[in-house]
T-cell receptor
Framework: SQQGEEDPQALSIQEGENATMNCSYK?????LQWYRQNSGRGLVHLIL?????REKHSGRLRVTLDTSKKSSSLLITASRAADTASYFC???????FGTGTRLQVFP | GAGVSQSPSNKVTEKGKDVELRCDPI?????LYWYRQSLGQGLEFLIY????????KSGLPSDRFSAERTGGSVSTLTIQRTQQEDSAVYLC?????????????FGPGTRLLVL
């Protein structure tokens, strides 16, 4: 079974807007990671949040984690066309990635 | 069912020796990825194969690292003249399609320790 389930499956926004995507998982975890994948390339690690953390920031990225709901969200602020990619979450328990959220940012 | 398999599961080697890590993807999967995960870190992308296209080697950390995929199936990651900083878990993944359209399934990894 997949640990990381992202939604929405696709998201289209204008440059400058914020983008929020969500991830749900099934079992208890030690950490959760978000990754980005540009078309035709491998996954790039963005940010890792530990189970005892509720929120973490990295540049324009903000990640939250709610272990009671087994969910996480990734917020990209002031989006840019270069943010166009697929975004995935994964947990440390089982490295199986879902189909991700495909983000399209229009200039 | 047959998932992604990797061998060996563990490898201890001495600094300066060469090592070969093997990955058998899920049958029929055209995309194959190699990643490295150091202790407590996220995945680091190394190399990506898609069908018969030239591989994306942009993640390889140095020219001591190379990989090949024979017959579009089995892949071998070779590390020459290993260094202690090469110690990590090396993970292979495969998917039916490239980009974000295919779920990536990971093997159990090879834990490499360079003494």
């Amino acid at each position: 079974s997949q640990q990381g389930e992202e939604d929405p499956q696709a998201l289209s926004i204008q440059e400058g807007e914020n983008a929020t995507m969500n991830c749900s998982y099934k079992t208890s975890i030690n950490n959760l990671q978000w990754y980005r994948q540009n078309s035709g390339r491998g996954l790039v690690h963005l940010i890792l949040i530990r189970s005892n953390e509720r929120e973490k920031h990295s540049g324009r990225l903000r990640v939250t984690l709610d272990t009671s709901k087994k969910s996480s969200s990734l917020l990209i602020t002031a989006s840019r066309a270069a943010d166009t990619a697929s975004y995935f979450c994964a947990t440390d328990i089982e490295l199986i990635f879902g189909t991700g959220t495909r983000l399209q940012v229009f200039p | 069912g047959a998932g992604v398999s990797q061998s060996p599961s563990n490898k201890v080697t001495e600094k300066g020796k060469d090592v070969e890590l093997r990955c058998d993807p899920i049958s029929g999967h055209t995309a194959l990825y190699w990643y490295r995960q150091s202790l407590g870190q996220g995945l680091e992308f190394l190399i990506y194969f898609q069908g018969n296209s030239a591989p994306d080697k942009s993640g390889l950390p140095s020219d001591r690292f190379s990989a090949e995929r024979t017959g579009g199936s089995v892949s071998t990651l070779t590390i020459q003249r290993t260094q202690q900083e090469d110690s990590a878990v090396y993970l292979c993944a495969s998917s039916l399609a490239d980009g974000g359209r295919g779920t990536q399934y990971f093997g159990p990894g090879t834990r490499l320790l360079v003494l």
